[in-house]
């Protein structure tokens, strides 16, 4: 094999299962917006904007047929859009 031979540098060892550690404990990136399928709902009593303006929550459906509709509240801010769990109500 080309690498039978080659020396082990085992002070990289340490630092390599530090790095996956950080990779593994690292929060998963925030959603940017709705999953596919998710349409935003012309009803403006489901939507709610703060007084300043700068924040919204709007609610985004899926309908699935045969009554199998899921809803999700997502609360935008600027470019940010942040979903809001049921427990969060």
Same mark, same amino acid.
């Given at each position: 094999?080309? +690498? *039978?031979?080659? &020396?082990? !540098?085992?002070?990289? /060892? &340490?630092?390599?299962?530090?790095?996956?550690? #950080?990779?593994?404990?690292? &929060?998963?990136?925030?959603?940017?917006?709705?999953?596919?399928?998710?349409?935003?709902? =012309? !009803?403006?009593?489901?939507? +709610?904007?703060?007084?300043?303006?700068?924040? %919204?929550? /709007? @609610?985004? #459906?899926?309908?699935?047929?045969? $009554? =199998?509709?899921?809803? @999700?509240? $997502?609360?935008?801010?600027?470019? @940010? #859009?942040? %979903?809001?769990?049921? *427990? @969060?109500?």
């Amino acid at each position: 094999m080309l +690498f *039978e031979d080659a &020396p082990v !540098n085992t002070s990289c /060892r &340490p630092a390599l299962l530090v790095l996956a550690l #950080m990779l593994a404990a690292a &929060p998963a990136l925030a959603a940017s917006g709705p999953p596919p399928g998710y349409v935003l709902t =012309d !009803n403006a009593d489901l939507a +709610f904007t703060s007084p300043d303006g700068a924040t %919204e929550i /709007r @609610q985004y #459906m899926k309908d699935g047929g045969d $009554w =199998d509709v899921k809803w @999700q509240a $997502w609360a935008r801010r600027g470019a @940010q #859009m942040t %979903e809001l769990k049921p *427990e @969060q109500g």
